[in-house]
């Protein structure tokens, strides 16, 4: 039995250079393919030649990214399979390590090749410039260590998924637990929330230990590839050819200045609604009129269907590429013991399809979760007639405007799940839910500035960096006896384990994805439309371009969230009222 969701999925384009029946977890089948290309480079002797090349390449590429992901799936979907996790590991150790070299061997043939110049400009300067930077980046030696990155990634997926708690009689995940934090009753709230507390400190010192390890090994990659620290490197390796870290410290001050007041109001206010002299942290998902906790389907099925109520309304276009991934079965959402936890989009490359991952326990925060993959899968989608492989994939920064946009376009229709009073609840909630997860996201990128440009640093230095940031960025929360777990709720952050510098993207797309939405409130289907023209570019513009085709504007300074901020308060005002 298949331990994938979806069924066997066909090439959206039938393969030209890579055999139909090639083994793409064997390197034996594997290694003669970047043979034949290398070979070829050289007789690529004319613009078509050398563009048809381009083309090959991106095909194998394709066709393993795509084995890749398959086993990533499988393995996130079954965390508790050892098949699975075999199979997921030995991709990732045997396959690989020996991609990398014979990719950057592509990247300098293509460099080198003395008809690069005669390329279009216009259509090649983006490839051009990233091939540049994956050339200047490469090191041998740094390619066992990306490896044992990706080891310790994994560790920490499989310690996260696999907690449970026992909560009156009845075992539970950390995700199902999520719910209880909605409850009415106080005492239940903070039970629950103690609970999982408890549950994650009693992992603390092996997270902490995965955590040392992954420093040690990025300082080492850093190092080896000529750099200070391991954020300079970062940096560069994202390529983030348009924005720098002072670019990145002037959103923490703008987020500081106009959304943390913002929040602090929200938290007075839930204070006073709550009846409460202090805030808890068990009070913070909880409807502050004590109102029972919105509840917006029971059934995978009955989220699917709204969705696709949703979909249908903001877009007929978005609508039917929502019932295509159906029908393909590309998609995992009910949540279960052994499923690793979060909510991600993964693109099978060659069938040039999304796939959805989701931990759903029938929660608000499910919806949002569902449009929010669901804008991935669009961009996907949008993508699938570009040949070029790397033009199919766009940077995090515009792929989160993709999703992010969703949630707040898809909002307009949130009637699907409730009725007049419940929607309304439901966009509050969602609204606040930006005010505050601003601050947090500021809070995370911080401290991976911190982290990684102070080199040797202790975990008890770690701790009061960390608390640091979030007394600058948290509001206001009482964690009186609980200062345990407050000095290590960064370990729930997966992101930074997983996925080092990647965060501050969210804050970046969220404020485009406000921008699309504030387009929207004049003219709808306008704004759709550039929403939609933007996806489309994939990754084949550089960021401002592809923020100005959606409708945006590519900053992120107090001069763009002041503005925005003003227009979520006088929004959530009006929701209220």
Not at 132 to 152: D, G
Not at 345 to 350: A, C, I
Not at 366 to 386: I, K, S
Not at 498 to 508: C, D, P, R, S, T
Request: hydrophobic share 40%; aromatic share 10%; proline share 4%.
């Amino acid at each position: 039995m298949s331990l994938l969701p979806f069924a066997k999925l066909d090439a959206y384009k039938e393969r030209r250079f890579v055999p139909a029946g090639a083994d793409l977890g064997d390197w034996l089948a594997i290694g003669p393919l970047f043979d034949r290309l290398e070979d070829r480079a050289a007789a690529a002797d004319s613009v078509p030649a050398l563009e048809q090349w381009l083309l090959d390449c991106g095909e194998l590429s394709a066709a393993l990214d795509q084995e890749s992901s398959c086993r990533y799936i499988a393995m996130t979907c079954h965390t508790d399979n050892s098949a699975a996790e075999a199979a997921y590991l030995q991709f990732v150790e045997e396959i690989e390590p020996k991609l990398k070299p014979r990719q950057f061997a592509l990247a300098k043939l293509f460099l080198a090749h003395p008809l690069r110049a005669r390329l279009p400009k216009d259509r090649y300067f983006v490839l051009d410039r990233d091939l540049a930077l994956q050339v200047e980046l490469f090191r041998e030696e740094n390619v066992p260590l990306e490896t044992e990155e990706s080891k310790l990634g994994q560790q920490y997926q499989k310690i996260s998924g696999g907690l449970t708690v026992t909560f009156r009689g009845e075992e539970k995940t950390l995700v199902q637990m999520g719910r209880l934090q909605e409850e009415p009753d106080r005492p239940t709230r903070q039970e629950a929330w103690e609970l999982v507390s408890r549950r994650r400190l009693a992992e603390k010192e092996k997270f902490e230990d995965i955590f040392d390890s992954l420093i040690r090994v990025r300082e080492q990659i850093a190092a080896n590839a000529g750099f200070g620290n391991y954020r300079d490197y970062a940096f560069r390796a994202r390529g983030r050819f348009d924005y720098t870290p002072a670019d990145c410290e002037s959103f923490h001050a703008a987020i500081e200045s106009e959304i943390v007041p913002l929040l602090r109001d929200q938290q007075a206010r839930r204070r006073e609604q709550l009846g409460v002299d202090r805030l808890r942290p068990w009070d913070l998902a909880v409807d502050p009129l004590n109102r029972p906790a919105l509840r917006p389907f029971e059934t995978v099925d009955e989220l699917l269907d709204g969705g696709q109520k949703i979909f249908n309304k903001v877009n007929e276009a978005l609508g039917a590429e929502f019932k295509l991934m159906r029908d393909r079965r590309v998609l995992d959402l009910a949540n279960r013991k052994g499923k690793a936890p979060g909510g991600y989009q993964s693109t099978l490359s060659e069938a040039r399809l999304p796939f959805i991952f989701m931990n759903a326990v029938g929660m608000q925060r499910d919806v949002e979760t569902l449009l929010h993959e669901a804008g991935h899968a669009f961009h996907a989608l949008a993508t699938r007639d570009e040949d070029l492989f790397a033009y199919r994939h766009a940077p995090i920064e515009f792929c989160e405007v993709a999703s992010m946009a969703m949630e707040l376009l898809g909002g307009e229709f949130i009637e699907a799940y409730y009725d007049e009073a419940g929607a309304r609840r439901a966009r509050t909630k969602h609204l606040q839910g930006i005010i505050e997860v601003f601050p947090w996201i500021a809070t995370i990128d911080a401290f991976q500035h911190w982290l990684y440009t102070h080199r040797g640093h202790t975990r008890d230095e770690r701790a009061a960096a960390w608390l640091e940031l979030v007394n600058r960025f948290g509001g206001d929360v009482d964690w009186t006896g609980l200062e345990e777990a407050r000095r290590h709720a960064w370990h729930r952050q997966l992101h930074l384990f997983l996925h080092a510098f990647y965060y501050v993207e969210y804050g970046i797309a969220q404020l485009g994805a406000l921008q699309v939405w504030a387009n929207s409130k004049s003219d709808r289907k306008r704004a759709v439309e550039q929403y939609r023209a933007g996806l489309s570019l994939g990754g084949s513009r550089p960021l401002p371009e592809l923020f100005e085709r959606a409708g945006c504007r590519f900053d992120f300074s107090a001069d763009t969230v002041r503005p925005l901020a003003a227009m979520l308060k006088e929004e959530l005002a009006r929701l209220e009222d």
